[in-house]
Structure formats: C-alpha cells, structure tokens
C-alpha cells in the first residue's frame, strides 16, 4: 500500500484585496497616531515638562555622590522636616553603604537629637518620649494626618520615604520607548527640581480657585497647596557650594531618590554581576552545543 499525499492549493490573495487590507492598515496607523497626538496634547496641557537633568545615579554605572546627599540631608533638616515626614528611614541608614556615608558615630549623633516615643510602655502604661537610637526611624512631625491637615490649611504634606518615585510624568510616545532602551527612570528628580523652581506670577493675571494656593508653573493644573518652600542663600553650606535655589532642588531631589532607593548602588552592582554571570554562561552553552553536536551529520536518504 502507498501513501499518497494531496496538496491542497490556496488561492492567491487577489490584487483588490492586498489594496484593502493595506489601505485598511494605513488608516488604522494614521488613527493610533492622531490618538497619540490627542493624548500627548492633553497631557501637556495638564503638566509642562521639566527639563531632564544630569544625575549622578543614572545608568547602570551610576552612583549616589555622598556630598550631595549630605547637603539634601541638611536641607531636609532644616526646612522641610517641619512639614514631611520620612517614616521609612532609619537612623542606621544615615551610615549604610553607598549612600550619605555618615560614620557610625555620627549616626548616633544625629539620632540622639531627635526626641522620639518609645514602643515600650512605661510603670504607669505610657510611652515615654527618649533621645532616639539608630535603631528608630525618623520621628513624623505631625501626630496623625488630621494633625498635619489643620496645620497646613487642609493639605497633607506627603512622605518623603517615597516622593520621588511616586512623583513622575508622561513623556508621550515615542519618547517612552527611548528612555526604555536608555534606561532613563529619573522623572521623579526632574519633576522635583522643576517644581522647586517653578514658582512665579500667574499668568494672564490668572486667580487661585480658592484661597491659600500658589502658582507653580510646572505642578499639574498650576495651583499647589505648599507655599515657596525655599530661596537663595537659606541654607548655609560647609563645603563651598553655591547656596541657589537650583543647587538645592538638585542636591533634596538627589536626597528624596536616595531617601526612596537607599541600597540603588548596591542593586546596579547586583545588576552587573547578574549580566556578567548571563554573558559567561551564555558563551559556555555555545561551545558546549557545538562540542556535543560536532560529529554530528544528518542522515541522506
């Protein structure tokens, strides 16, 4: 018995219809465009975008530069603390590796100038307050968030724990496929570098929907609850810094990315070994493949 095989032959796709399934895909491209457009626009008339900046923790290679998270650190101290908190961070990070490099002692030093509850109850059931330990994280300077609402007109000033990766903005296409292959991940700083110097006049002699609010020019709708938190020569730096407002924004922008991501150096450096290891182990599978299958010839009929 022979086994016969039946070629079944399609029929050709006709020139009439090879036009309309074309025409049919340029009109689906020129409408996910123009969708495109319509979305970029809308969103860049909620939100101006800031100017990329140059950080030194950008890229797999980048890296935290401890004399500007010091000088974050000091602004944060010394004038936002008042109103933010930094709930996730410890006194023992101050010292951690690769981020503000602060000695052990010095950690001890700075934590001891804080006042904070301890979680032990005291003979009488109360929480006494303590010099804080490098095992405490920083004290909130509100109680509740009522608290910090009746305190800044019904605002809640937002943690600094996470500010800077919660805050971002829409590049649009295609510039979202580009900072994919460019790794760039740093809108939160930018956004708030801009905004810290964003502070100006109302255009077209615009009023405040309400009052208590302030024009930013780069806060999305342009009315922000927080007043100008900081100007030239507020701040007095040890090491020789200019004291300007764009040298502040950039040094608390870098602080808030290190106050989000304190271990982000040791992480890339995990990254680099991990794709080193992948490299190495992908070139030994190649010459394994071609070691076993050498001898290897395919049988003629």
């Known amino acids: 018995m022979t086994r016969q095989t039946i070629m079944i032959d399609r029929p050709a796709m006709t020139s009439p219809a090879r036009k309309a399934i074309r025409s049919l895909a340029l009109i689906l491209g020129v409408g996910l465009g123009l969708a495109a457009a319509d979305v970029d626009r809308a969103t860049a008339a909620e939100q101006i975008h800031p100017p990329r900046m140059d950080w030194s923790f950008w890229g797999p290679l980048g890296h935290y530069d401890p004399g500007q998270l010091q000088r974050g650190f000091k602004i944060y101290r010394e004038v936002c603390?008042?109103?933010?908190?930094?709930?996730?961070?410890?006194?023992?990070?101050?010292?951690?590796?690769?981020?503000?490099?602060?000695?052990?002692?010095?950690?001890?030093?700075?934590?001891?100038?804080?006042?904070?509850?301890d979680p032990q109850p005291d003979d009488k059931g109360e929480f006494p307050e303590?010099?804080?330990r490098l095992s405490d994280y920083f004290p909130s300077p509100f109680p509740n968030e009522e608290a910090a609402r009746a305190a800044n007109g019904g605002a809640y000033p937002p943690d600094f724990s996470t500010l800077a990766k919660a805050r971002t903005y829409e590049r649009g296409f295609p510039w979202f496929l580009i900072d994919i292959f460019g790794q760039y991940q740093e809108q939160g700083q930018d956004y708030?570098?801009?905004?810290?110097?964003?502070?100006?006049?109302?255009?077209?002699?615009?009023?405040?929907?309400?009052?208590?609010?302030?024009?930013?020019r780069y806060f999305p709708g342009h009315w922000i609850a927080m007043a100008k938190p900081i100007s030239d020569g507020q701040v007095e730096y040890t090491d020789g810094t200019p004291t300007t407002l764009e040298q502040y924004s950039k040094d608390i922008a870098a602080f808030m990315t290190w106050a989000a991501e304190p271990h982000l150096a040791a992480r890339k450096?995990?990254?680099?070994?991990?794709?080193f290891f992948l490299i190495v182990f992908a070139g030994l599978l190649f010459y394994v493949k071609k070691s076993v299958w050498?001898?290897?010839?395919?049988?003629?009929a």
């Open 269 to 275: 450096q995990m990254g680099l070994k991990v794709m």
């Open 130 to 132: 303590r010099p804080g």
């Open 192 to 216: 708030i570098h801009a905004l810290l110097n964003g502070y100006q006049e109302p255009e077209h002699g615009e009023k405040p929907p309400r009052p208590g609010l302030h024009y930013n």
């Open 294 to 300: 050498s001898g290897w010839k395919p049988e003629t």
């Open 81 to 117: 603390s008042s109103c933010h908190a930094l709930s996730m961070i410890a006194f023992r990070n101050l010292a951690d590796e690769g981020g503000l490099t602060y000695s052990e002692e010095q950690a001890k030093t700075i934590a001891a100038e804080y006042q904070v509850k």
